[in-house]
């Protein structure tokens, strides 16, 4: 079995060989040996650059922040450089026309352990943000954002509404109506037609209460973090035609400004987390090759819970639709309720506890209701990952599972005398015989 905590006596040799031969290095040697062992991905050959700059693109210079009220088409051939997008207005169809906006000032980025310097040439945060407050007298809604190249940011999109202070002190109370806040939060945001390669951290960022982002015919790859992140009460996002690849392989530090492999299983990322958000659709698109897996659904423990700016997770990640992809190379392609079995002890999280053992503390993660439905699992560890109640898994086929096709049951949830129970696997091509696996008492 593909082990994601814990590090086996097999696994232990080489790093015990490898410390015996870099005894005689210096720690910064060190490091570059080390780092060098992860994989990277680089995707940078997929951006198109223009042999010439078109000279009637806009004059955005470096580090500007660019407010874009109205629709435009950009030139053919144009490049911009550590340039921020901020949309202001709802009602926009922003055509890029092919251009790259790039974070850094290479075409590529550093490696592990090469540090941007001067901090000047560190990669600009976001390359397009749509961002309303909730006293917005208008919210941010039917915004295109299409045939675009971005490469090397730290986001590439991020879609957010702003949360006063007060307004976080009501969510931590329990005083404030999520719903009130969902319907003035940015809606029906477009990315049609774009490539978002190489991020420093995620692709694109959904924030909470935002609802009916979609994303089609687009590629994320290599990025940092997940590709895509629907944070708590963000909904009906529709994902649709897209390919995800190489993503979640690595971290940076905005503090040193240097890139790190993620060196356990635990850190690796997915390619979409969809964390306390419902109602999304997953469909038609391509997963392949990247660090953790392919759709990872959970209800965080609200996390780093004595931070004031933190808010509660209030519901789990229920009623998605995971439709007609394809998972290849993955770990775990589909994992329900991925924090079910984790420990969490050093995450500070402001949820009721379920268990503990020896230091280490447990949470109940909820994912529920959840449809996984014609879609193809090829040379995975697992295609399916179930660890809450109530989810159909339908029609797949699987081919060549390194583990088992699905997988059912959670190890604390059988410790709390309430074992995974109620879901429905039915239709199914798989792999092999013995193809599920039931544990921990589930049924």
């Given amino acids: 079995m593909h082990a994601r905590n814990g590090l086996s006596f097999k696994g232990l040799m080489p790093a015990l060989i490898l410390a ?27 951006i198109t650059w223009p042999a010439r700059t078109n000279s009637a693109c806009p004059d955005w210079g470096r580090r500007e922040t660019v407010t874009v009220s109205e629709s435009m088409q950009l030139p053919q051939n144009c490049v911009f450089e550590q340039v921020t997008v901020l949309i202001n207005r709802p009602d926009v169809d ?11 000032i290479d075409k590529v ?12 040439t560190a990669p600009q945060g976001v390359a397009f943000r749509i961002r309303n407050s909730e006293t917005a007298a208008t919210p941010l809604r039917n915004i295109t954002i299409r045939n675009c190249q971005i490469t090397n940011y730290i986001h590439g999109v991020d879609v957010a509404l702003g949360l006063s202070a007060a307004t976080r002190r009501g969510l931590r109370a329990g005083s404030v109506n999520e719903d009130s806040l969902r319907a003035v939060a940015p809606t029906n945001i477009q990315v049609l037609s774009s490539k978002i390669l190489n991020t420093h951290g995620t692709g694109i960022y959904i924030y909470p209460y935002v609802t009916g982002f979609q994303l089609r015919n687009s590629r994320i790859k290599g990025t940092d973090g997940p590709g895509l992140y629907l944070d708590a009460g963000t909904r009906d996002a529709v994902i649709q035609k897209s390919v995800f690849m190489g993503n979640g392989f690595s971290t940076y530090d905005t503090t040193r400004l240097v890139r ?11 390619a979409i987390a969809i964390d306390a958000s419902s ?9 392949r090759d990247n660090a953790d897996g392919g759709i990872y659904l959970y209800k965080n423990c609200w996390e780093h819970a004595a931070n ?29 309720a991925e924090r079910a079995d984790r420990d969490l002890h050093a995450w500070g999280c402001g949820d009721p506890m379920v ?9 109940r993660d909820y994912a529920q209701d959840n449809v996984v439905a014609d879609n193809r699992f090829e040379n995975v560890h697992v295609g399916v990952q179930i660890m809450d109640n109530n989810n159909t898994v339908r029609d797949n086929v699987f081919v060549q599972s390194k583990d ?26 798989f792999s092999g015989t013995n193809a599920i696996h039931y544990q921990f008492g589930a049924q």
């Fill in 20 to 46: 015996t031969l870099l005894s005689g290095c210096d720690d910064e040697n060190v490091q570059e040996v080390v780092d060098g062992l992860f994989e990277d991905k680089d995707y940078s050959s997929e």
């Fill in 94 to 104: 922003f055509d890029c026309n092919g251009a790259v906006f790039n974070g850094i």
């Fill in 109 to 120: 980025r550093h490696e592990y352990g090469d540090s941007y310097r001067p901090p000047e």
């Fill in 260 to 270: 790190s492999p993620r060196r356990s299983d635990d850190a690796k990322r997915e």
């Fill in 279 to 287: 109602g999304n659709q997953i469909l038609n698109s391509t997963f």
């Fill in 308 to 336: 004031a700016n933190q808010i509660p997770r209030t519901e789990g990640a229920n009623s998605n639709l995971i439709q007609g992809n394809s998972f290849y190379n993955e770990t775990r392609a589909v994992w329900l």
């Fill in 355 to 363: 268990y503990q053992h020896d230091g280490a503390k447990y949470y």
């Fill in 404 to 429: 088992y096709d699905i997988e059912v049951g959670s190890r604390i949830r059988e410790y709390t005398h309430d074992p995974v129970a109620g879901n429905t696997i039915l239709n199914n091509t």
